[in-house]
């Protein structure tokens, strides 16, 4: 088994893993800007909903030198999709590692890091994830996972046993719905820690989708983040639907964050 004990261990493995595994040319397109450091996280604040207080910090992947692209929209073969998840949680491990050597544990904010879980069922993103657990757990327990689900596979056993074991070892679970969401009553019979929906209300369809899944979080008492929230009006119509957090351009600009190389192995902010 790979032994990733080691920042620059992690990095290898995954840098290994894209070339073997890119395909499209946009494949080879963002191979190349991980190599260059022109792929990072673009960090943005979630705040508790009625207090606007920081509570989390909600880390995506962005490609360009003002961060400002997201790294999905490209033509990615499904394999370099999962290794790219997998830089996103190497990130999310460097980016607590560096706050649990610099600040009081106090003042550490936990990291929600969206993940498929198909790419953690992955051979190679099992082999990643358990290493993340045996040699970063510290730095991991200080990590949010918010897992993107496959509909068409559903929770069958493994995914169940694997869900579990992120459980134990994450600061949290959290888990991503856009209404319609097939696998709600699924994912309410697990009692989740959060719900992150995406969605946006400036469509009338778009609401009227939202009012079955409101209603379901309410009946299982699920807390639940408004995501991409782009104004006070949209605020307000989350505050008065139920959402307990909220993050969005209305309230906070992403800030992206970069790391030096491993000769020094320290970070930029």
Not at 43 to 52: D, T
Not at 55 to 70: A, M, P
Not at 170 to 178: C, L, M
Request: hydrophobic share 40%.
């Amino acid at each position: 088994m790979d032994n990733l004990n080691s920042h620059q261990a992690m990095y290898g493995y995954i840098i290994k893993l894209m070339q073997e595994h890119a395909e499209t040319t946009d494949d080879a397109l963002l191979f190349e800007a991980l190599q260059h450091n022109d792929i990072k996280h673009a960090c943005q604040a979630i705040r508790e909903i009625r207090s606007e207080e920081v509570e989390f910090q909600h880390l995506t992947l962005r490609f360009g030198g003002d961060g400002e692209q997201s790294v999905y929209q490209f033509d990615l073969s499904q394999n370099i999709q999962y290794c790219l998840d997998l830089f996103s949680l190497y990130l999310a491990i460097r980016q607590t590692q560096f706050q649990l050597e610099t600040f009081h544990p106090d003042l550490i904010s936990n990291v929600v890091v969206p993940l498929r879980l198909d790419a953690l069922d992955w051979p190679q993103g099992q082999t990643f994830f358990e290493q993340v657990v045996q040699c970063h757990g510290k730095a991991f327990a200080h990590v949010i996972p918010s897992l993107q689900l496959n509909s068409a596979q559903g929770f069958n056993p493994q995914a169940l046993l694997l869900i579990e074991k992120i459980e134990q070892s994450a600061y949290s679970v959290w888990f991503e719905v856009s209404p319609p969401c097939e696998m709600l009553g699924q994912i309410a019979a697990l009692k989740p820690a959060m719900l992150k929906l995406s969605i946006s209300l400036e469509d009338k369809e778009n609401r009227q989708a939202l009012i079955p899944v409101i209603k379901q979080l309410r009946k299982n008492k699920i807390k639940w983040v408004a995501s991409r929230v782009a104004s006070q009006k949209e605020l307000n119509q989350y505050k008065l639907l139920g959402a307990s957090y909220y993050f969005g351009y209305f309230s906070d600009i992403p800030t992206a964050l970069s790391f030096k190389t491993f000769e020094s192995d320290s970070e930029v902010w």
